[in-house]
């Protein structure tokens, strides 16, 4: 009877679906993503990918990686899918979701200057922009006058900003919510909003899912609420 056990056990076990490998791109900060010893271990990337494993029946593993190897970990199937993605990010040959994850860009203005009501606005004034990063619409509203002070992130630009170095930042809506919600010290003027846009999942032509199961269980994360708890939790409750 126990060694019975033991092998319906052990065929269980085997049949259990493997992990879903999940990439997230090291350059990510909070809220999307939290490393230590080079492992993730909080933010929202973590918390959709255990989200949309689950809805696979499937556990969830995190494969980070810096940004020049996520696309050919993505076509070797080293990986089965990243999220918060556009496909103009990511170039190669990866299948894309539906867009689901609203993301915004903003433009945020600290109260020691006056308050900008338009992109045109800021022409002239140095934006803290993210280094190697591209601002289509900035470029677009100032032109020549569009002038940027580049960072190595949105945190740090917002630390800036706190600090008086600079008056003006980009960044995104999340970023900004989450530093404020941990108590970042920043008196501004109401956002500038650049662009709005939902993100993809890219997914793997070799991985262990396919487009149209990624599609159903992002579906279902957004049907029953996880996905709007999700990014409820990141966000500032501060009035």
């Not at 740090?156 to 995104?172: P, Y």
Request: one cysteine or more.
């Amino acid at each position: 009877m126990g060694m019975l056990a033991l092998g319906l056990g052990s065929a269980a076990a085997a049949q259990k679906p493997a992990p879903l490998v999940v990439l997230v791109d090291t350059g990510t900060e909070m809220p999307m993503a939290l490393f230590r010893d080079g492992r993730l271990v909080a933010g929202m990337h973590q918390d959709l990918g255990v989200a949309l494993a689950g809805k696979l029946g499937r556990g969830a593993t995190f494969l980070p990686l810096p940004r020049k190897r996520i696309a050919l970990a993505l076509e070797s199937g080293q990986a089965d899918l990243i999220c918060l993605y556009l496909p103009p990010w990511l170039p190669g040959a990866t299948q894309w979701s539906r867009g689901f994850f609203p993301m915004t860009e903003v433009v945020v203005s600290d109260t020691s200057v006056p308050q900008p009501r338009r992109l045109k606005d800021l022409s002239g004034q140095p934006v803290a922009t993210v280094l190697g990063y591209y601002y289509p619409e900035l470029e677009q509203a100032m032109g020549a006058g569009f002038i940027r002070d580049d960072g190595h992130s949105s945190s740090g630009n917002l630390r800036k900003m706190a600090a008086g170095r600079l008056h003006h930042a980009i960044t995104q809506q999340s970023t900004l919510d989450y530093y404020l919600k941990v108590g970042e010290k920043l008196s501004l003027h109401p956002p500038l909003v650049v662009k709005t846009y939902m993100a993809q999942c890219a997914v793997s032509p070799r991985g262990q899912v396919g487009l149209a199961e990624v599609n159903k269980a992002i579906s279902g994360v957004v049907k029953d609420g996880e996905l709007a708890r999700i990014i409820a939790s990141y966000q500032t409750r501060l009035k």
